[in-house]
């Protein structure tokens, strides 16, 4: 009877994981400096890091983090958690609760300052079709709420 084997997983060098990543090699290394992977890389009897497919995915979080404005001291906070292992989800619900609470005001903030914009808009436009000039892209208020903006 054969026992199956499974193919080993794949392993990847710092230049593949930036690569695959879209991340630079400076940033890899700067978030391994400042232990925002949740365990120690791996390294090669040479020195040279190596990352496995769980790497891929945690640098995807970590970008969406960062683009979502978490601070690098929260993703660290994170990262810490779950480095540390089982047994503190709660805090890691709580960390992404407060998160998702910022991004929700922040995202009430910008919806309000673009009514404000787009109000502005039609009040220019307004004034300008009074004068009599024509303004492109005005017919019906396009561009203005009405979802091709």
Excluded at 62 to 90: F, Q, T
Excluded at 123 to 139: K, N, Q, T, W
Aim: charged letters at 30%.
């Amino acid at each position: 009877m054969a026992i199956e084997q499974s193919a080993p997983a794949p392993v990847y060098r710092i230049g593949e994981l930036a690569a695959l990543t879209g991340m630079s090699v400076h940033t890899l290394r700067w978030y391994e400096a400042r232990g925002l992977f949740p365990a120690d890389i791996p390294r090669t009897s040479t020195g040279r890091r190596v990352y496995g497919e769980q790497a891929i995915g945690w640098l995807r979080l970590l970008a969406r983090l960062r683009d979502s404005g978490m601070p690098v001291s929260e993703i660290s906070k994170y990262a810490e958690l779950v480095r540390a292992g089982d047994g503190n989800e709660h805090e890691r619900v709580e960390l992404m609760e407060a998160h998702a609470r910022s991004l929700d005001e922040q995202i009430d903030r910008l919806l309000a300052s673009r009514e404000v914009i787009r109000t502005k808009i039609r009040a220019y436009r307004h004034l300008l079709a009074e004068r009599g000039i024509d303004v492109p892209g005005a017919e019906a208020g396009a561009g203005v709420g009405d979802g091709r903006d």
